[in-house]
């Protein structure tokens, strides 16, 4: 069983490289974030003529996520148990989406950017991680053999290596000792990054800001990311970062990033 996410930054956009995805890596499962459009907006047709099922979540031209699979569909949930929202009053994103594949309990999960330390965005995404945190202890509480993935763009490198340059995020959100004490308090309930061991080292990034020509600069950050549930964790044979893929015109700033499952 093959999975990726990937923030594909617009499905309208990008759809017919979505469907090249499914096909070039055979995948069962894509998580997608930022679809950037309202659920009757989504171009579903493509994806269900290559034989998928789609489950999506979008409010407006921000933010969206989605399920796309061809091993099932089941049990869908928008949103996680107390997700917060954002602004004054409150409101809802959409940020999370949770399906079973094929067994496997995946979530596609796009977590707030923070914009800038001390900003109310940056609060909320605090918020937003620690409300994460307590629904996965509670899932695997509930069942410690559940095999569960939470993928997604995280937006949090959570080491130095995992950007092209500390010194130029220095003081800026993505890199605070805050938001990686949140990413970290994700793993310590039990999940483990599956990914870095198959695609270790500095310089191995899955995002590459469309300015200032990082991505032929090689100047990129890892922030996207898979954690399993330690039963799931311990069925995966290889990962990978299709780096190729933010390469030519049209191209998403995001890689994707791929798991592979073993019986």
């Not at 500095?202 to 990129?220: A, M, S, V």
């Amino acid at each position: 069983m093959r999975i990726a996410t990937w923030n594909v930054n617009s499905i309208r956009s990008r759809i017919d490289r979505v469907v090249d995805v499914l096909d070039r890596h055979d995948l069962d499962v894509l998580l997608l974030q930022e679809t950037k459009c309202r659920n009757d907006q989504f171009p579903e047709m493509p994806l269900q003529a290559a034989g998928y099922e789609v489950a999506m979540h979008g409010l407006n031209q921000w933010n969206g996520v989605a399920i796309v699979s061809r091993v099932g569909l089941d049990d869908v949930s928008v949103g996680f148990s107390g997700m917060p929202g954002y602004g004054e009053p409150p409101a809802a994103e959409a940020r999370a989406i949770g399906a079973t594949c094929g067994g496997v309990r995946v979530w596609s999960l796009y977590v707030p950017n923070g914009r800038e330390v001390g900003h109310a965005h940056y609060s909320y995404k605090l918020d937003w991680l620690a409300r994460l945190r307590d629904n996965a202890a509670g899932w695997l509480a509930e069942d410690t053999h559940a095999q569960i993935l939470l993928a997604g763009d995280w937006n949090i490198a959570p080491v130095d290596e995992d950007v092209w340059d500390i010194g130029f995020f220095d003081g800026k959100t993505h890199v605070t000792d805050a938001e990686r004490a949140a990413f970290r308090s994700v793993v310590d309930t039990g999940f483990a990054d599956v990914v870095r061991p198959f695609t270790p080292g500095p310089g191995t990034y899955t995002y590459w800001d469309y300015t200032q020509l990082r991505f032929p600069k090689k100047q990129g950050m890892r922030i996207d990311f898979a954690l399993a549930s330690p039963t799931l964790a311990a069925r995966v044979v290889d990962a990978s970062i299709d780096r190729e893929e933010r390469k030519g015109k049209g191209a998403s700033d995001h890689a994707p990033v791929v798991v592979t499952l073993g019986d």
